[in-house]
Every structure is written in structure tokens, then in C-alpha cells.
């Protein structure tokens, strides 16, 4: 197949001759020349003056038209080609692959390891393979081989983020190997989840927060009243009651939640009865906590982006601020708020543009003990500073 030449506007192919990844609508100089494409050509990316950039693929992500894979213009991409970056990947989680405390983390990132549009997660011998567009779907079986010709896997699941805005695709995950039983008991710095592979795009942890529940574990849960909102399977939860809190309190609106918190309470030998889980809108969590005068020393605060619910649409960009002035409310004189999102569409100086408008706004005063990003195996690149999305901030409430 012949690849199509593709120009990009000058001032973005500055940018990808430096590394710059994504392949943006609105830097093509001909934009309706993908319009008859498929997704999964390859492209050939050209300046406005005709000189090479690199090549990339078609595959239509939120973010963009595609995502560049090399800037050799003889490389083909095969797989030797996925052979290579993979294992150049798993190289640098070499003390992830040999650690018995964790065995569940990041083994390939996305654009941070040369492919937008494409993880690997790592389960305890189990890999599960995330696409996020149809377009890096079509290297399905040079990156299978790829990954059969370099590991030896108990076995691979993959997870289809890319039906409509990449909403995940129902349907059997597995790919190849043997089927896991499930719960899949993994380890994280000595703490057990249970895991699901084949149950819906979520399998029960997010693996980005790993060092900000160490840091709760290790330093900040120890005699402390913890309020864990938007807990989903309550993973802060169960690392702050490893980390002897005096109580943890975890709030979720999905019915589900119940359920899969008591599990991750009890595969960790913690009484789940003597902690509390509620089925709640977080909203209405705060307000029947001011009524029934609750406070506490630890607040996490862990919203999706953007969520709807029967009453009210929450984004993270629009209503942050509000919900860290309920979390202030509820907090106690030097406790501490964990203040988190995943939301790309802002960076750390709009979060914490957000945190010192809630205090003033409850006229309080705070100061930021410590910061999180993405920690190591979610590798990310400095040409798409965009790609690391976490923003974790610990914050003391002064009075
Ligand atoms: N903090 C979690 C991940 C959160 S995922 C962790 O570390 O594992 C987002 C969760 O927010 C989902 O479980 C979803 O059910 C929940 N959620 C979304 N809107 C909510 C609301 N208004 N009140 C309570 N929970 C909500």
C-alpha cells in the first residue's frame, strides 16, 4: 500500500521535527484528503515546503487525526518495528517486572513510548492491551505477534476505547494464552486488589495513583479520620486503612461500588464492616455530613473529568473549585485534602488556581505539602507535556 503524503502547516511541522507527536486536524494543509481514508494508513508527513517530518497513522482520537511513529522514512512499521519499541519499554520497567511487592503497573505508554493510541498494562503475568482508535486497531496482529515474539505471558486481554469518542466496545476481552480466573489478586507496594479483566473497561484500579496511595499508606493515614469520595472500588480507602487510619468513610454513587469495596477490603484481611461505605451522590454526601456536624482529617478528592448524574453534570474544569470548598467545609483544622484529577484539558497552574480560589472563597488558609504527576512507567514525552495528565495535590488546611 502506497502511503499518502500529508502537509502539515509550517509552524506545527516546526514542532513535530522536534518531536512533537499528535497529529492535529487543523495543521493539515489539505484537511479533506483523509476524509475518503481509512483509518490505519500510514501517513507521510511533509512540511509546506515538501521536506520530510516523519510518518505517522490515521486514527481518529478526541485529540486528533492520528499520532506519528517514527521520523526514519525508510522504517517500516511491522512487527519488528512494535518488537523494538516494546522492548525498549519493558526494559525501562525492568524493576517493575522483577519487584514482588507490586505486580500490577504500566509496561507501555501510549505516545511517551512512541505509539498514540496504544497501552499496556501489566496484571501478574496477565497483559492488557488498551486502543483508542480504530485507526492503531489495525495493527492488531503485527503488535499480538510482537508481543508473543518478546514475552512469555500467562495471558492478553485488550480494551476498545474507540466505538464513538472513545467509549469503551463491549465484548469478550480476551485475546490469546490462557484465560485468568477472576478476582486476579495483584500486589502494589504489598497491598492486594482484586482485579477483573473481562468485566467492562474498568478492571478495579487505577494504576496511575500508585505512589499517591504509598504516600497515604506510608505518611498520612496513621490515627486520621479518612473521607474517600468518588472511591469506586475504594482503593485510597484500603491503603489508608492499611495504614492503621482510625476510620476510612468511602463514598460512590454506583450501586456497584458497595460491593467491589468490601471485596478490595477484604482481600486485604481488613474488617470491612468496622469501616463505612456508602452509596451516595458525593453532593449530597457533603450535605448530610455538615448537618450531622462530620468531619474529618483526610479528605481525598478524585473526581472523573466529567460526570453525569440525575441532578447535575460535573466537570472538573468548570467545578473543581466548588468541590474543594465543600471538602474545606468538612475538613479539620490542619487536616489534609488530597485534591486529584485526571483532566488534560488543564494544567497544574489552573489547579492550584482552583485550590487558592476555594480557600478564599471559605476564607481559610492552606499550604501544599506535595505534588504528583504520572509516576515513572506511565512515561510520557516533553514534546506532549499534554500526555501527562495527573495532577495530585496535598493540602494542609491551616484553620
Ligand atoms: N478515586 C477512584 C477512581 C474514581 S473513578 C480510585 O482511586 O480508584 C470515578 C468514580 O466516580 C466512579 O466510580 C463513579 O461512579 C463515581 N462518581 C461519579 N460522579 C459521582 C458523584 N456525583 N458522586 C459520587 N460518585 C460519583
Sequence with gaps: ?????????????????????????????????????????????????????????????????????????????????????????????????????????????????????????????????????????????????????????????????????????????????????????????????????????????????????????????????????FSYTGAFSVAAALGRAEKTTSVDLANRSLAKTIEQFSVNGVDYESQDIVVMDVFNYFKYAKKKEKSFDLVILDPPSFARSKKRTFSAEKNYTDLLQEAISITNKDGVIVASTNCSTFGMDKFHSFIGEAFKREKGKYEILEEYTLPEDFRTTKAFREGNYLKVVFIKKHN
Excluded at 512533537?20 to 481509512?38: C, F, G, H, M, W
Excluded at 492486594?192 to 500508585?210: E, H, K
Aim: net charge neutral.
Design 1 to 229: 500500500m502506497t502511503d499518502v503524503t500529508i502537509k502539515i502547516k509550517q509552524r506545527t511541522a516546526t514542532k513535530m521535527k522536534k518531536g512533537y507527536p499528535l497529529i492535529e486536524q487543523a495543521a493539515l494543509v489539505n484537511r479533506d484528503l483523509l476524509s475518503t481514508s481509512k483509518e490505519g494508513i500510514i501517513l507521510r508527513l511533509v512540511d509546506e515546503a515538501g521536506s520530510f517530518i516523519g510518518k505517522g497513522y490515521y486514527g481518529k482520537q478526541n485529540k486528533g487525526v492520528g499520532w506519528m511513529l517514527t521520523r526514519t522514512e525508510h522504517e517500516a512499521i511491522d512487527t519488528a518495528f512494535f518488537s523494538r519499541l516494546f522492548q525498549a519499554a519493558f526494559q525501562k520497567r525492568l524493576a517493575l517486572l522483577q519487584s514482588e511487592s507490586t505486580t500490577a503497573f504500566r509496561l507501555f505508554n501510549g505516545e511517551g513510548d512512541g505509539i498514540g493510541g496504544l497501552t499496556i498494562d501489566y496484571y501478574d503475568g496477565f497483559y492488557v492491551c488498551t486502543w483508542y482508535s480504530e485507526g492503531i486497531y489495525t495493527f492488531r496482529n503485527e503488535v499480538y505477534k510482537a508481543l508473543e515474539s518478546i514475552v512469555s505471558f500467562k495471558g492478553v486481554y485488550e480494551k476498545k476505547r474507540f466505538s464513538t469518542k472513545g467509549t469503551y466496545v463491549e465484548d469478550d476481552d480476551f485475546v490469546m494464552g490462557e484465560r485468568g480466573e477472576f478476582p486476579l489478586l495483584v500486589k502494589e507496594n504489598e497491598i492486594t486488589f482484586a482485579i477483573y479483566l473481562n468485566d467492562g473497561p474498568m478492571v478495579g484500579v487505577f494504576l496511575d495513583q500508585r505512589e499517591v496511595r504509598r504516600r497515604i499508606h506510608d505518611e498520612y493515614a496513621k490515627g486520621k479520620t479518612v473521607l474517600n469520595t
